[in-house]
C-alpha cells in the first residue's frame, strides 16, 4: 500500500467525518447533492463534500482524498460509470470503499451488473433527502468499522510477530552468552570477565556517539553481548598453553595467537546458516580481530588501522583495560589510573587513537562500570560470601 493511501485510512479513522465524492457530469446533480449534504449537520457531524464532473479525473482524485463514500454516476460523456466502479476496485486506495451507483431508472439487468463489478449500493437519482443521507451514513460507517477491524487485526499482528521476535531474540541471545561463560569456564580464573567487558564496551561505545553518530541503539547493545564471544576460540587452545600460569614458551604463543581464527571460523559457520544476522556478524568480527593493533603488528591479520572493525578496536581496549586491573594468580591488580596511562601511551601504536580518546573522556563511568563487578567478586571470595565449602 502507497504511503498516500495509507494515510488516507488513517485520516478515515481518526476523524468521525463521511466524506464524499460524487462523480458525475451534470453540474446541477452537483449542487442538488451538495445542499443536501450541506445541511446534514455541522461540526462532526458535517459531511466532507467532493465533486468531480470528469471521468477521467475521478480515478486518481478518489485516491487522493480518500473518501467514505463514492457516489458514481452511471452515465457520463465518453466513459461508463460500471467500468469506473470497476477502476475504484482495481486500485488500493479504493478497493474497499462504498460505492454507490447513481441511475436515472431502475433497471434489473443494470443494477446487478453494477453489484457484480462491485458497487455496493443502487440509487435512482435524485431520492429524498434523508434517504440519501441514510445511505450515505450507513455505508460510511460500515466502511469506518471495516478499517477499524482491519486495523486492529493488523496492529494484533504485529504484536504476535514482535513478541514472537522477542522470544526468539530473547533466547538467542541467552544462549549465545551461555555459551561464552561455557567457554570461559576452562580458566577458572577469570571471574566474571565477560561482565566487564561487556561493561566496558557499552560505555566506550556511548561515548563515541559525540563522534560517530551511526552508533545506533541496536548497534550498541549488538556490541554489548557479542564482545562476550570475543575469546570463543580459546576452546580449541589446549589446557597446557591455556591454563600455564607462567610465562608462554614462543612455540606456546604461536598457538595461543590462534584462537582468533578459531573463534571466527566458529561464528563463520553459524553465519553460513543465518547470514543476515547482525549480532552474529559483529560477534566474528570481535572474535577474529580484537588482537590486531592500530599499527599493523597485531595477529591473526597483520590489519592496520581502519581495517580492523570498529566493533574489535572498542573490544580490544576494553579487553586490555580489563587484564591490567585484574588480580591474577601470577600477577596483582593495577591500579585504574596506571592502566589507563599504559592504554594512552599505545594510542596509534596498538590501539585506534579515536577509541582511546573516548576512553579519556569519560574514564570515571568506565572505571565504576567494571569496578561493581570487581567488588562482587571480592565479596564472592570472603568466607561466607557466596562460596559454599568444599
Known amino acids: 500500500m502507497s504511503e498516500q493511501n495509507t494515510r488516507n485510512q488513517d485520516d478515515a479513522l481518526a476523524s468521525d467525518h463521511v466524506i464524499v465524492l460524487l462523480v458525475d457530469d451534470q453540474l446541477i446533480i452537483g449542487e442538488a447533492v451538495r ?26 482524485t478518489a485516491a487522493r482524498i480518500g473518501p467514505t ?26 478497493k474497499q470503499t462504498p460505492i ?30 434523508a434517504e440519501l443521507l441514510a445511505r450515505i451514513r ?8 471495516q478499517l477499524r477491524a482491519k486495523a486492529f487485526a493488523e496492529s494484533e499482528r504485529r504484536r504476535q510477530v514482535a513478541e514472537r521476535k522477542a522470544e526468539s531474540v530473547n533466547a538467542r541471545n541467552t544462549l549465545i552468552f551461555a555459551l561464552a561463560k561455557l567457554a570461559e569456564s576452562r580458566d577458572s580464573d577469570t571471574g566474571l570477565h565477560l561482565e566487564r567487558i561487556a561493561a566496558y564496551s557499552r560505555v566506550l561505545a556511548e561515548q563515541l556517539r559525540s563522534k560517530l553518530p551511526e552508533l545506533t541503539d541496536d548497534w550498541i547493545m549488538n556490541l554489548q553481548l557479542a564482545s562476550s564471544l570475543h575469546d570463543i576460540g580459546k576452546v580449541g587452545i589446549p589446557d597446557a598453553v591455556l591454563l600455564k600460569a607462567g610465562k608462554l614458551t614462543p612455540e606456546e604463543r604461536l598457538v595461543i595467537e590462534k584462537h582468533p581464527a578459531i573463534g571466527a571460523d566458529a561464528l563463520n559457520a553459524i553465519l553460513a546458516r543465518q547470514p543476515g544476522d547482525e549480532l552474529l556478524r559483529m560477534a566474528r568480527n570481535i572474535a577474529a580481530s580484537h588482537h590486531e593493533r592500530w599499527d599493523g603488528n597485531g595477529y591473526p591479520g597483520k590489519l592496520k588501522g581502519e581495517e580492523i572493525p570498529l ?12 587484564a591490567l586491573t585484574s588480580k591474577r594468580v601470577y600477577k596483582p591488580a593495577m591500579p585504574h589510573d596506571e592502566a589507563v596511562k599504559m592504554i594512552v601511551a599505545g594510542s596509534g601504536t596498538q590501539f585506534d587513537p579515536v577509541v582511546v580518546e573516548a576512553l579519556e573522556r569519560c574514564e570515571v563511568v568506565f572505571h565504576l562500570a567494571g569496578k561493581q563487578f570487581h567488588d562482587e567478586e571480592a565479596k564472592a571470595e570472603m568466607p561466607g560470601g557466596g562460596k559454599e565449602s568444599a
Not at 445542499?35 to 470528469?54: E, P, V, Y
Not at 463514500?69 to 470497476?86: E, N, R, S
Not at 450507513?138 to 468499522?145: F, M
Open 100 to 129: 454507490i451507483v447513481l441511475s436515472s431508472k431502475e433497471e434489473g439487468e443494470t443494477k446487478a451488473q453494477a453489484f457484480a463489478n462491485g458497487a455496493n449500493d443502487y440509487i435512482v437519482k435524485l431520492p429524498d433527502a
Open 35 to 60: 445542499r443536501i449534504l450541506a445541511g446534514a449537520g455541522s461540526g462532526q457531524d458535517a459531511i466532507r463534500f467532493h465533486f468531480c464532473q470528469k471521468a477521467d479525473e475521478a480515478i486518481a
Open 311 to 322: 566493533e574489535a578496536r572498542i573490544v580490544s581496549v576494553a579487553d586490555v583495560y580489563d
Open 138 to 145: 450507513y455505508h460510511s460507517e460500515a466502511y469506518r468499522a
Open 69 to 94: 463514500v463514492i457516489l458514481q454516476d452511471l452515465v457520463m460523456p465518453g466513459a461508463d460509470g460500471l467500468d469506473l466502479v470497476k477502476r475504484y476496485r482495481a486500485q488500493e486506495a479504493t
